[in-house]
């Protein structure tokens, strides 16, 4: 899995960070920083979940 986080869209709701702490993080604006571009298998789950929950759609899976 790879993971992006599109600056451009995210609106800073911090659902990812709270979601997946050890993937994602935010910058001092509120901005999406993927902190682990392709996370552990372990923790596929947890950034699918972020994806799902980010309400501008920012996040994406690439496999
Ligand atoms: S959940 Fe989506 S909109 Fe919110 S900070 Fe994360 S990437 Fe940005």
Do not use: N, W, Y
Request: with cysteine; charged share 25%; glycine share 10%.
């Amino acid at each position: 899995m790879h993971v992006e986080g599109d600056r451009d869209v995210c609106v800073g709701a911090g659902m990812c960070v709270l979601t997946a702490p050890d993937v994602f993080d935010q910058d001092d604006d509120g901005i999406v920083k993927v902190l682990h571009e392709q996370p552990d298998a372990g923790e596929e789950d947890v950034v699918r979940q972020a994806a799902t929950l980010c309400p501008s759609g920012a996040v994406k899976l690439l496999s």
